[in-house]
Structure formats: C-alpha cells, structure tokens
C-alpha cells in the first residue's frame, strides 16, 4: 500500500542549529509532497510545498528537497528557535488525489 | 485571513446519542474534509467532499455520515457514538485547481470524548 514514513523518534536539537527531517514514500511516485507544522492541540498548518519535478524549494529559514531516486523529501529549518519545537508532518498526494499522511515528527529545540 | 472555524473545542457525549460535528469555512473552497487524528495512527481521512451535495468515503467512513447542502459548510455526523470513536477531529478545505487537492486549511479541532 502506499506510505508516507517519517522519523518517529523525537529530535532534539541546540537553538541556532539546522533541523532536518526526513519524509520518506513506498509503493508509489507522489507527485508533490506537502509539509505542515502541528503545535499541540491545535490543527496542521501548511509550510511548503514540493513538486516531483522540483529538487529544492526554500521559504525563509525552511528549505525543502524532493528526491525521487532516493524516494525521499528532507526538510530543513536552519538557525532553529525554541518556538519552532511542534510536530512536522508530511504528505503526499496518492494517485486518486487524495493526501496520504506521515505520522509526524516531534521536534525540540532547546535553548 | 482564511479561516475555517469548527463548531465545538471540546465536546462530551454518551454511547449511543447522534453527535454532529460542523465546520465552516471563508474562503470559497470547493473541497472539504473531515480527519480525525490519534496517537499513533495519524491523520485518517474520514470523507471528503468536492462539491455541494457531493461526498466521498475516505479510509474510515464507517460509523459516520456526512452532509454539505452549502459551499462554506461541511457537517460529520456520528449517527450512534461509541467509546472508539474518541478522538481529536480535524475539518480541513482546499481549492481545487483541477481537483489536485493543494494545500489543506485545517480548523482548530474537536476533542470528543465519548462515555
């Protein structure tokens, strides 16, 4: 079945470091990937979006990248802040256009 | 600023009673969906719709209804509440742009809890 996979292990990270998040597909060729953020409680809100014939994208301190041969999308938040710590999910649309989620992963910076 | 606002935070309810959850949203959005998310399992879609009066089963449509007489409004109905159906539910819309489902608005969320 097709899945999006993502790191399920919190990262914890220095405040003014880079985060990077690793967004993982099977079993089928999304043809773009979705990035959201999710603070606790709260819906997802959107960040960024990629399309498969996009290697890189890049919005303020967010940089995403699509890699179809690794069948893989990184995203990366540099000089990271104590208020980017939320729950980053990632998604991919499936082939009847339909979202598939990732379970998300927690991130933490620590001042 | 688009919003998509849903009708309760948090809701109580006992087994067995009808719960209707709605949703609305400003922004003219042709598409709307109803999620719910759980520890572990994630966001699951449990139907979406694309149009007025139009609706299609997500991947967990059982146990509930939904209903969209208007553009900016999308109702999920749990026609008998049971304990498993606990859980944080999400509204979300999107504009079509050829119905490839771009990125999705989400509502604040209802936290039910059945007893």
């Known amino acids: 079945s097709q899945k999006i996979e993502q790191n399920s292990e919190a990262l914890n990270i220095q405040e003014g470091k880079t985060a990077t998040l690793t967004c993982n597909y099977t079993?089928?060729?999304?043809?773009?990937l979705q990035w959201y953020r999710q603070d606790p409680g709260r819906g997802p809100v959107f960040l960024l979006l990629i399309r498969e014939n996009e290697k890189e994208k890049r919005k303020e301190r967010l940089k995403v990248t699509f890699d179809t041969t690794l069948k893989q999308s990184l995203f990366h938040i540099t000089a990271s802040q104590p208020a980017d710590s939320a729950t980053y999910l990632c998604?991919?649309?499936?082939?009847?256009?339909?979202?598939?989620w990732g379970l998300g992963t927690s991130l933490a910076v620590n001042p | 600023d688009v919003k998509v606002t849903q009708s309760s935070r948090y809701l109580v309810k006992r087994t067995g009673e009808k719960v209707f959850l709605e949703c609305v949203q400003d922004?003219?959005?042709?598409?709307m969906f109803w999620y719910r998310q759980d520890p572990g399992l994630g966001l699951r879609l449990i139907y979406f719709?694309?149009?007025?009066?139009?609706?299609e089963k997500g991947d967990i449509p059982e146990g509930y209804s939904v209903s969209r007489e208007k553009k900016e409004r999308f109702s999920l109905i749990l026609e008998s509440a049971s304990t498993n159906q606990t859980s944080m539910y999400l509204c979300a819309s999107s504009s079509p742009h050829d119905r490839s489902y771009n990125e999705q608005f989400f509502g604040p969320g209802t936290r039910l809890t059945v007893l």
């Open positions: 719709s694309y149009d007025v009066k139009m609706k």
């Open positions: 922004m003219d959005h042709e598409n």
């Open positions: 079993n089928y060729s999304p043809a773009y």
């Open positions: 998604a991919g649309r499936s082939n009847n256009r339909k979202l598939i």
